[in-house]
């Protein structure tokens, strides 16, 4: 469609990923992020296999998963319709809320900043 966005409905894990990855560097202190693993999941299945790297991600039918020293933590459904700024931020925000919530992170804010 001429003039839409690219949003995740036209992106696979792959490419995700590389908008992700530079998110979690900042939000993240370097022990986190040295024990970080975090892929993108079926949405109904929170404990399943990672998705290939090739797999396009759809209209919340995924969600981030990840792992920060053994605490375990997910994202809302990425959403077809936002733009990657807009997906990146939403997955940021699922991350502050579990960053302050956790055991190493209890009550801190950290973001967001500017990632554009």
């Not at 936002?82 to 997955?91: I, K, N, Q, W």
Request: aromatic fraction near 6%; hydrophobic fraction near 40%.
């Amino acid at each position: 469609m001429a003039g839409h966005e690219v949003g995740p409905a036209s992106m696979n894990v792959a490419e995700v990923v590389a908008l992700l990855t530079p998110m979690f560097r900042e939000m993240l202190h370097d022990d986190e992020l040295a024990s970080l693993r975090f892929g993108i999941v079926p949405l109904g299945e929170p404990d399943g296999p990672d998705l290939r790297d090739d797999d396009p991600v759809r209209f919340n039918g995924a969600v981030v998963r990840w792992r920060i020293l053994g605490e375990r933590g997910w994202s809302r459904g990425l959403d077809a319709d936002d733009d990657p700024v807009t997906l990146v931020r939403g997955v940021q925000s699922d991350l502050q809320d579990f960053i302050s919530e956790s055991d190493f992170g209890w009550g801190q804010l950290r973001g967001p900043r500017d990632l554009v």
